[in-house]
């Protein structure tokens, strides 16, 4: 049926088809995903931890219990991704994560939390992230750098206003009111666009993939009948080919390893450092609002952080710039171990969600950049658990750290260290050169 409407549709729109999927993919990034990020969590640690006397250590094991269950899921997904494409996983994971958040609000059993945030950070870690890249990087070649930036600065932007915006309403109306008030949103925004308007690749309605202007010049010839003839040819700035790997030879090429390492160690900190940020600041003398206000900082200097990380990746080799990006989050996980002020926690804020969002653009970037778009689901199904793994690793450690210790900075100042080592290992992952198949985009 989506197929059905989205080849009607796009003979009527004056646009290339591939900017309704990204609006959708947009919007999808900006009310679902952020919900069970652990930037908006973080605000509900010290209300719901208080109302029921849980650990910081119990409360951060459903972040990494969600992530253990998305690791499981991604190869399922991502070969469901290449069969059938986005719509129905992006409409479907938007009804879990809305219906999961809106339960949350009637719960009084840590039983309770767990079966239903689990689900919801399941949704949000694996087919919500798997679907929105790998539909755009199905849709665009030639612009795949800059759409996946707009698609990380929508994503930040959720990701900046949804944390305030929960604060608000847990100061005027409390935390469960939040939890109804957020799902009721997604679900109104994330299921029914999806579903509908959602189509796997331009090739599925007849469309070029991100197709460009082209200018025609005039051939003459001549004719087995010795006529003169005259041809219209086409010139296309971007006929590069593309290769295409199947999973088995992605597998087996090294950069496939050291960049899921990389991706592990990355997303450690930036899960570990983002969900407990709130709580690090209310401990070192910040008020709630000030707090909370750290918490929409980081995400919100992930908004533009693609815009400023793309044009860098188009001059200097993919590689370099995510080893810049991790070690901005590196100095990021320690400067928040030592902020102590309002001006030095919204500094050190900035500087690690600029190096996260860098992260999450690049590596979006650098899978279909070195591996092509036909099998990009599979690849991505195969390594996308590495990061969401560190996610899953980086919350728990810095739960228990506290739990130990009674503070926070010893775990960020390793999450620190370990992600300036990856940022080196990185630089070893030079793009492959193997038996991916090649091809050229169509022109007609």
């Not at 759409?147 to 600065?153: E, I, P, R, S, Y």
């Not at 070195?370 to 728990?396: E, K, S």
Request: with cysteine.
């Amino acid at each position: 049926m989506s197929t059905r409407l989205g080849a009607r549709l796009a003979r009527w729109l004056p646009c290339y088809y591939g900017w309704v999927i990204f609006a959708i993919a947009a919007s999808t990034s900006y009310a679902a995903r952020p919900l069970m990020s652990v930037a908006v969590l973080s605000v509900f640690v010290v209300p719901m931890t208080e109302a029921f006397g849980w650990s910081r250590g119990l409360f951060s094991g459903a972040v990494s219990l969600g992530g253990l269950c998305a690791v499981a899921i991604s190869p399922i997904i991502g070969r469901l991704l290449d069969k059938y494409g986005a719509g129905v996983i992006l409409s479907l994971t938007s009804a879990v994560v809305g219906a999961c958040a809106v339960g949350l609000a009637g719960i009084d059993q840590a039983w309770a939390f767990y079966a239903l945030y689990v689900p919801g950070r399941m949704a949000f870690a694996s087919p919500l992230e798997l679907a929105t890249s790998t539909a755009l990087s199905n849709w665009f070649i030639r612009r795949r750098a800059f759409v996946l930036a707009l698609l990380g600065v929508t994503q930040g932007t959720g990701l900046a206003a949804m944390p305030l915006l929960a604060q608000l309403l847990i100061s005027g109306r409390g935390w469960r009111f939040t939890w109804v008030t957020l799902g009721l949103y997604t679900l109104a925004i994330g299921v029914v666009p999806s579903l509908l308007l959602v189509i796997r690749r331009p090739e599925d309605i007849g469309l070029e993939s991100d197709p460009v202007r082209r200018h025609h010049r005039k051939t003459r010839g001549v004719t087995a009948a010795g006529a003169v003839s005259e041809t219209v040819g086409t010139q296309d700035k971007h006929d590069s080919q593309e290769h295409h790997f199947t999973l088995r030879e992605a597998l087996h090429t090294r950069a496939l390893w050291v960049l899921a390492t990389f991706s592990a160690v990355g997303f450690m900190a930036q899960a570990g450092v983002s969900l407990h940020q709130v709580s690090h600041y209310l401990q070192q003398g910040l008020p709630g609002p000030a707090a909370a206000l750290m918490a929409s900082v980081f995400a919100g200097s992930q908004v533009p952080a693609g815009l400023l990380w793309s044009p860098l990746a188009r001059r200097v080799p993919v590689r370099v710039v995510l080893a810049m990006a991790g070690l901005a989050v590196a100095l990021g996980a320690a400067g928040t171990a030592l902020a102590a002020t309002l001006v030095s926690g919204m500094i050190t804020s900035t500087i690690l969600g600029s190096g996260v969002g860098g992260l999450h653009f690049l590596f979006r970037l650098t899978w279909a950049e070195y591996y092509g778009r036909r099998h990009l689901g599979a690849i991505r199904g195969i390594t996308l658990p590495m990061q969401i793994g560190g996610q899953a690793v980086g919350p728990i450690t810095a739960g228990v750290v506290f739990d130990v210790v009674g503070r926070y900075d010893l775990a960020f100042i390793g999450f620190a260290g370990v992600v300036a080592l990856g940022s080196l290992l990185v630089l070893a992952a030079v793009p492959p050169h193997g038996p991916g198949t090649p091809t050229v985009p169509k022109t007609r």
